[in-house]
């Protein structure tokens, strides 16, 4: 049975946060692990929205802090989903910090996000397939299964022999 198939845009959501004391560390910069809160939540929407489902997350790549947030800063996530496999959907994540006053604007991180989709019980649903319309959303695509054989493989699930996609990082002969 061929699943339904929807477009990156049907699951995009944007989040704006302002950076409270609260949220802060004793240098007056956003707390990483907030930071990690609200890029769970902001994917975990985009995911529902892709899978018409509830979502759980499933793994998290790595996510590298280039810019420090600072108290005061509005803070914009924005999510979609890159590529669905059969009941997971990889989720990118794209964060930026806004000093309105000042008028200056950073790129600060970015990150990708997996989720499964679940049924009221807890077991996986399929899930609709992603049709990529832009270069943009094709060239994320075309690298989310090296990506999803990356994580299944450092998560002890999949040999690196048995990642095709891969290959020439694992130097892998045939």
């Not at 049907?10 to 989040?15: A, I, Q, T």
């Not at 560390?25 to 892709?50: C, E, P, Y």
């Not at 910090?97 to 000042?102: G, K, L, S």
């Not at 990529?132 to 994580?151: C, I, M, N, S, V």
Request: net charge neutral; with cysteine; glycine share 6%.
């Amino acid at each position: 049975m061929e699943r339904k198939k929807k477009f990156p845009r049907e699951s995009s959501v944007s989040m704006t946060e302002l950076v409270l004391p609260n949220d802060t560390n004793t240098l007056n910069n956003l707390m990483g692990g907030r930071l990690m809160h609200w890029m769970d939540i902001v994917s975990a929407i985009a995911g529902q929205k892709h899978c018409n489902s509830i979502v759980v997350t499933a793994s998290v790549d790595n996510i590298s802090f280039r810019e420090p947030i600072r108290l005061g800063d509005v803070v914009t996530l924005r999510a979609k989903a890159t590529r669905a496999f059969n009941s997971s959907v990889e989720i990118r994540i794209d964060v930026d910090a806004e000093n309105i006053p000042e008028g200056k604007k950073i790129a600060s991180n970015s990150a990708y996000f997996t989720f499964v989709a679940v049924d009221a019980n807890g077991n996986p649903v399929p899930i609709p397939e992603i049709e990529p319309e832009t270069e943009e959303e094709k060239e994320l695509y075309r690298g989310a299964l090296r990506r999803r054989q990356l994580r299944l493989i450092l998560g002890g699930r999949m040999k690196p022999s048995d990642a095709h996609e891969l290959k020439s990082i694992f130097d892998i002969k045939e």
